[in-house]
């Protein structure tokens, strides 16, 4: 039983092209977030998702951004992509807004070339 | 600004202890968080600490100061799959910090 998960775990793609990647939690957790974590292995937040509405977006860029369906799921749409877009996608969700403990999904490993 | 600081690396021996320190400058503080990360896996939770003081969770611990904006975790009987990163992470005003991570080398 995965408690988070992802698709798809690799994405190779071209420059300009537009992608998405789902994420899903069985956990009944109400938060959800998107990291990226590049190549310098640094953990970087990218939105978080509470009871379906964004509390957090950090300064990304507009060509991202977050969908969530429903409290369960997650997706990030990716317009336009770019070499530097590159870099490994996770996944994570909480009981509470930044709660106890993230439950991170195995993460998208995304190239762009 | 909000900042955390850990070293990039650290290197040890197998059965040996290590203790990775994790400083912290934010404009908050709710509690942090310690979390291991092998290489091309997830993070997953190790321990979290709010009050001062250390919490002992088998082979690993943890400790805090806030007066000092301070903690380390503390990694006893080494082991080889020990061998991973190891990420220090500040809850400040509701959001979630995190520093570069260390990269703890173990050796037989």
Known sequence: DTAVSQTPKYLVTQMGNDKSIKCEQNLGHDTMYWYKQDSKKFLKIMFSYNNKELIINETVPNRFSPKSPDKAHLNLHINSLELGDSAVYFCASSQEFSGYEQYFGPGTRLTVT | ?108
């Open chain 2, 1 to 108: 600004g909000q900042n955390i600081d850990q070293p990039t690396e650290m290197t040890a021996t197998e059965g040996a202890i290590v203790q990775i320190n994790c400083t912290y400058q934010t404009s908050g503080f709710n509690g942090l968080f310690w979390y291991q990360q092998h290489a091309g896996e997830a993070p997953t939770f190790l321990s979290y600490n709010v009050l001062d003081g250390l919490e002992e969770k088998g082979r690993f611990s943890s400790f805090l100061s806030r007066s000092k904006g301070y903690s380390y975790l503390l990694l006893k009987e080494l082991q080889m799959k020990d061998s991973a990163s190891y990420l220090c992470a500040v809850r400040s005003n509701y959001q979630l910090i995190w520093g570069a991570g260390t990269k703890l080398i173990i050796k037989p």
